[in-house]
């Protein structure tokens, strides 16, 4: 009898280890996705649009998560709305110390200022 408890025991804490575990695993946030880079010369790729001239020209988010636009360039600047990964818009300008950029999103009729290197000239 107290062998038949013991197994008992044994088998019950192994459920339970291995329930532990599977739920660790299903706990776990996952990591960044790794986007495939879009080649300037595919057919038919989004990256096709030609600039009108070195100032202004169109560019995609390539930042991966939300990109936050601000109403100016500064981290501490008002949030104007949330970009997603490709969407596409027109760079107007850029901060002096070159580390802000100036956009305006057209789908939605919005500028605004945005970390640069987190959106890509559209060639």
């Known amino acids: 009898m107290l062998g038949v408890l013991l197994g008992l025991l044994a088998v019950g804490l192994f ?21 495939a880079e ?7 790729s989004r990256l096709d649009i030609r600039a009108d001239d070195d ?3 169109p560019a995609l988010v390539v930042y991966d998560q939300d990109l936050i636009l601000r109403d100016k360039p500064d981290a501490n600047g008002k949030v104007v709305d949330k970009l997603r990964f490709d ?19 057209e789908a939605k009729g919005i500028e605004g200022w945005v970390r640069a290197g987190n ?5």
């Open 38 to 44: 879009v080649k300037k010369d595919a057919p038919n």
């Open 55 to 57: 100032k202004t020209y």
């Open 15 to 35: 459920v339970g280890a291995l329930s532990f575990l599977f739920l660790q695993q299903l706990s776990r946030s996952p990591g960044k996705p790794n986007f």
């Open 87 to 105: 969407d596409t818009v027109t760079v107007i300008g850029e901060s002096e110390n070159k580390q802000w950029q100036q956009i305006r999103f």
């Open 119 to 123: 959106v890509k000239r559209a060639q």
